[in-house]
């Protein structure tokens, strides 16, 4: 894996912080890797679609 550094609105690291808290996801970084590739999936099917 690679190290990448981002910026997030104060809202969203909150609700990242109670995901993590509320036991969904171990850690910030795995909800994060979780949502990109949930987004990454939804793209390449609406591509297939399209395609």
Do not use: C, Q, S
């Given at each position: 894996?690679?190290?990448?550094?981002?910026?997030?609105?104060?809202?969203?690291?909150?609700?990242?912080?109670?995901?993590?808290?509320?036991?969904?996801y171990?850690?910030?970084?795995?909800?994060?890797?979780?949502?990109?590739?949930?987004?990454?999936?939804?793209?390449?099917?609406?591509?297939k679609?399209?395609?």
């Amino acid at each position: 894996m690679k190290l990448i550094t981002l910026y997030l609105p104060e809202p969203y690291i909150k609700a990242l912080d109670h995901l993590v808290n509320e036991k969904f996801y171990p850690n910030r970084a795995e909800a994060i890797r979780v949502a990109i590739r949930d987004l990454i999936n939804d793209e390449v099917m609406r591509w297939k679609k399209v395609g």
